[in-house]
């Protein structure tokens, strides 16, 4: 049993790891893709990648590289992008597995709760929400950014509410033992 | 060079979501899960302080930080003000309805967090990439934002939400199709063009498919919606993440995405159905012909009988259903089984997964009634035991226990049901003997061994409790 955990322990290790280096790569090619442009000095690795920052003369010879059909879009598709997407599916990916491998053999009693509280994390758009607010400010784009603030109250109402609600739900399930004993 | 601040602040986004799987993982057992969830908090606040820092940090806005951050601050607070509010004050009956609504809110927020960040890119050609996850997002978005209000709408039991729509199956599968080539479409489009209106169709279009998706999906069907609205939710998030580029959310999207799938594959297995049967309906037999007279034979007790039963049994089983959800009987079921406990005999409570309206239902009902999770037994762990069993009262469930699903060729045949037939006595609490979600008449209800106690749910259980006191 003891060593059945062990093992347990080492896979999410890896795992762990795994997601790390996925991320590593992704935002190193992201530096890579924003650092060419002189004046935007590469503080934060939440915008979008900014196009305006590819110089396309440059890079337009790597374009063949990337390949696929998108080459022929209006936006140009360079090689750096290309890896950062990558890197991004590959995080969605194994995180998909991580995913199914953390709740598989969820108790019944749990379902509710599970999902709940799952829910309230899928409120995380609230990074994207407040991420976006920079931008919009940048931009003088009004109307985007009451749809960011609006998106940051409605991300806000997920995860309050979610996680509020799941700490109700469970402490409902736990305080029964206490009354039991007593 | 990548700044130092930078390094910091992914680590701790990474941080974040490390958090989030590890409190996904604690959630799994009763023990911990309470200490789960308080970890998904942490995790959120950090990242969310992470956004809020970076924000604070970023050069473009350094002229004008009130904006920005007026913005946040009080969008942060409106939106805690309601989370909170809803989150306290909603009853626990309601709590399908209200994970439904909160589904959709998550929904849409994606859906903004990506309509923003297309408007706000400055150059006139956005990056492919992100134009495709935007309209995925939105997309998907619009589908969970609408499809959970549909879902909501129709557990409330609103009534226009109970209205079929007036379009034949296979048309609907056709405008299905359509509406989704449509989105298809609008992307490629706004590739080329980088109109951001097109993103509105997308929208649009994503509302309606949410609409004409979940509107014809029945009540019963409703925990396999709602867990699959669920992972709609996550993967809203996730292709988010890709528009905004950031990791943090598309690992805690995926793994909202991943939950919401097994949630649903799970239901769906308790249900004997497909998924796709359940999302484009079809899948039960439509006419079974059944004995006319079947309900012939069906006894009838009164609650002072029941109570005299109940005195004698040494094992006693409580099987519920949606029907208690409905009564809100759940708290006197919880005291007449401590009255049977003080009487020596012991109490279970067999819960099928679908019983109810979304995953776990039931056990969050019993729950809040002050019934131990020990003595709630799953399907598995119950069935076999059924036959040592003095009395199962059945409360409200009716497909779930239809003997009629060991049997070929009937609309419920293979569905894992409670073998509640096998017990020494049945008594089924129920308000008629009208069918069940699967409309068929249920056999048990007439066995040698079932005696029926029409009437409310709630006020027949007090009732035995009564006549239990006086004896």
Known sequence: MNNLRKINWVKWLGLCVMLFAGMLVAQENLEQVESPAPEEAAVTTSESPAPDSVPDEQLSGLEEEAGEEETEAASSFTIDRYEALMAGIAVFIVSVFVGFEVITKVPQTLHTPLMSGSNAISGITIVGAILVVADCVDSGDNLALLLAGLAIVLAMVNVVGGFGVTHRMLSMFSSKKKKKAA | ?471
């Open chain 2, 1 to 471: 060079m990548v700044e130092l601040n930078t390094v910091i602040f992914d680590v701790l986004y990474l941080l974040a979501a490390i958090l989030f799987i590890m409190g996904i993982k604690k959630m799994g057992h009763p023990r911990t899960a309470v200490m789960g969830n308080l970890l998904g908090v942490v995790g959120m606040l950090l990242a969310a302080g992470v956004s809020f820092l970076i924000t604070l940090e970023n050069e473009a806005i350094q002229n004008s930080l009130t904006l920005p951050i007026g913005t946040i601050v009080g969008a942060i607070f409106i939106g805690t003000l309601f989370g909170t509010v809803l989150a306290t004050r909603v009853q626990m009956t309601e709590m399908p309805q209200l994970v439904a609504v909160f589904n959709g809110v998550g929904g849409l927020a994606s859906v903004l967090v990506a309509a923003a960040s297309l408007m706000a890119t400055k150059d006139s050609s956005i990056p492919v990439e992100v134009v495709v996850a935007g309209g995925v997002s939105g997309l998907i978005g619009a589908v969970t934002f609408v499809g959970s209000g549909v879902a909501a709408g129709k557990l409330q039991e609103l009534n226009f939400f109970k209205k079929q729509l007036p379009i034949p199956t296979l048309l609907r599968h056709v405008l299905n199709l359509a509406m989704l080539i449509g989105c298809g479409w609008c992307v490629v489009e706004m590739i080329d063009t980088s109109n951001v209106l097109l993103y509105l169709v997308i929208c649009i279009l994503g509302c309606a498919l949410g609409y004409t998706l979940t509107t014809p999906i029945g009540g019963a069907d409703m925990p396999v919606v709602i867990a699959l609205l669920n992972s709609y939710s996550g993967l809203a998030a996730a292709a988010t993440g890709f528009v905004v580029d950031q990791p943090v959310l598309i690992i805690s999207g995926s793994l909202v995405g991943a939950s919401g799938i097994i949630l649903t594959s799970l239901m769906c297995k308790a249900m004997n159905r497909s998924l796709l049967s359940v999302l484009f309906g079809g899948g039960m037999a439509a006419s079974y012909e059944q004995d006319e007279g079947i309900y012939a034979t069906v006894k009838r007790t009164t609650a002072e009988d029941v109570a005299m039963m109940v005195d004698f049994a040494d094992r006693v089983v409580f099987v519920p259903g949606y029907g208690m959800a409905v009564a809100q009987a759940q708290n006197a079921v919880s005291d007449l089984a401590a009255m049977i406990e003080e009487r020596g005999a012991t109490v279970e409570y067999a819960i099928h997964p679908v019983a109810g309206r979304m995953p776990g239902h039931m056990n969050v009902l019993l729950a809040e009634a002050d019934v131990s999770y020990e003595q709630l037994r799953t399907l598995e762990e119950i069935n076999p035991d059924f036959d040592e069993v003095d009395i199962a009262i059945v409360l409200g469930a009716n497909d779930v226990v239809n003997p009629e699903a060991r049997k070929e060729g009937t609309p419920v045949s293979g569905m894992p049901i409670l073998n509640v037939d096998e017990a020494r006595q049945v008594v089924v609490i129920k308000r008629s003997l009208s069918p069940g979600y699967a409309k068929i008449a249920n056999p048990l209800f007439a066995a040698d061994n079932t005696s029926m106690l029409f009437g409310d749910g709630k006020a027949a259980i007090q009732d035995i409790s009564a006549a239990l006191k006086e004896l």
